[in-house]
Nanobody
């Protein structure tokens, strides 16, 4: 059974930074891509970033390019999301998810409980 535990969220002022972590268990972590998604109040869950199984390929949604960095530590079964220059529009619950393959273009179909990120103006 896949378990995903996100942490690192909180309240931050606009322009600030946060680093999210997601610890995964119950799957061969180093074989699968990992993704970060977010869901703001009243909106659908949206893709934020993905990293391939080895960590040498990434992709981002346009709104976070240049501000967010996804990374992973396969020895720790953990994926990270470094978020800089945060904006109020980044306010959401952030979720990590394993891909169904090792590619950054994988689909994602399992979710953790999420961690709340709130950016004040």
């Amino acid at each position: 059974q896949v378990q995903l535990v996100e942490s690192g969220g909180g309240l931050v002022q606009a322009g600030g930074s946060l680093r999210l972590s997601c610890a995964a268990s119950g799957l061969p972590f180093s074989r699968y891509a990992m993704g970060w998604f977010r869901q703001a109040p009243g909106k659908e869950r949206e893709f934020v970033a993905a990293i391939n199984y080895s960590g040498d390929s990434t992709r981002y949604t346009d709104s976070v390019k240049g501000r967010f960095t996804i990374s992973r530590d396969n020895a720790k079964n953990t994926v990270y999301l470094q978020m800089n220059s945060l904006k109020p529009d980044d306010t959401a619950v952030y979720y990590c998810a394993p891909g169904t393959s090792g590619s950054i273009y994988s689909s994602f179909d399992a979710w953790g409980q999420g961690t709340q990120v709130t950016v004040s103006s």
